[in-house]
């Protein structure tokens, strides 16, 4: 069973930044896809960002340029880099892990992850 415990969510303000982090009970350098979603109050489960075993990264569009996913496989860490924070980006964000491949057009897919951390928050502020 691979456990992810996410942290490093809190409140800022718009045009702040905030840095998630999700440790991984197993070794990731190259078994697994890592994800990041986040829900919200009346919305559905989103893709944010996805990392594969080679490194290669998916966003979605509402955060390109201001969010960047990274992985450190020696602490079996997965990192997501938020900027220029907006109050929509309030939400519920969730580490996930996959050992399938993905890539553009299901990455972003929620059942095609088997394993979920507990989520941590964000709050924006405007």
């Known amino acids: 069973q691979v456990h992810l415990v996410e942290s490093g969510g809190g409140s800022v303000q718009a045009g702040g930044s905030l840095r998630l982090s999700c440790a991984v009970s197993e070794y990731i350098a190259d078994k697994t896809c890592m994800g990041w979603f986040r829900e919200s109050t009346g919305k559905e489960r989103e893709g944010v960002a996805s990392i594969d075993s080679d490194g290669d990264s998916s966003y979605a569009s509402s955060v390109k340029g201001r969010f960047t996913i990274s992985k450190d496989n020696a602490k079996n860490t997965v990192y997501l880099q938020m900027s220029s924070l907006k109050a929509e980006d309030t939400a519920m964000y969730y580490c996930?892990?996959?050992?399938?491949?993905?890539?553009?057009?299901?990455?972003?897919?929620?059942?095609?992850?088997?394993?979920w951390g507990q989520g941590t928050q964000v709050t924006v502020s405007s």
């Open positions: 996930a892990a996959t050992p399938l491949l993905l890539g553009i057009g299901n990455w972003d897919l929620g059942v095609n992850y088997d394993y």
